[in-house]
């Protein structure tokens, strides 16, 4: 009978690790959809058809935000109303002093978490900024699409 850890090694040496990062730096999809990543999508596409595409977009956007929104906020407010409900007959007993203890230990927690904030997080804000600046007819397209699809 073989041994537990020349057991482990040989079922770690049938996997091998990949490191995507190095692809997906190379293979944006925008740039599949849009072509080149450093060029305007108006040098391959009309204003109008570029505030079609953008203003379509967003609307779809704003049309799920809003539905997805109201699912979220009917379950968060139906699960608080349920949970105080419990509480008042007596069938939950809530210590809301270790509540509030748990939740300021989040809060310094996620303050830690923030201002170490991933450098391809950042660089993925400069790269979007630097989208929408390149392509503003898109941009403001998908904006007023994004507020059309809210009001709907």
């Known amino acids: 009978m073989a041994d537990r850890g020349e057991e482990a090694e040989s079922e770690d040496e049938l996997y091998e690790v990949v490191d995507i990062t190095d692809y997906a730096r190379r293979h944006r999809w925008w740039s599949r959809v849009f072509g080149s990543s450093t060029g305007p999508i108006a040098e391959k596409y ?4 570029q505030i079609m595409m953008g203003g379509v977009t967003g609307w779809c ?3 799920l935000f809003q539905k997805v929104g109201k699912v979220a906020a009917t379950a968060v407010g139906g699960g608080f ?6 509480n008042h007959s007596g069938y939950v007993q809530v210590d ?4 509030k203890k ?3 230990k989040a809060k310094k927690h996620l303050k830690k978490k923030a201002n170490k904030a991933a450098p ?4 993925f804000i400069e790269e979007s900024t630097e989208f929408l600046k ?7 397209g998908f904006v007023g699409g994004f507020l059309l699809g809210l009001a709907s």
Not at 81 to 86: K, V, Y
Not at 134 to 140: L, P
């Open 134 to 140: 390149r392509n503003i007819v898109v941009s403001s």
């Open 96 to 99: 809301w002093k270790k509540v």
């Open 46 to 49: 009309s204003v109008t058809t």
């Open 120 to 123: 391809e997080f950042n660089s």
């Open 102 to 104: 748990d939740v300021n």
């Open 81 to 86: 109303l349920l949970l105080q409900i419990a």
């Open 61 to 63: 956007a704003g049309y």
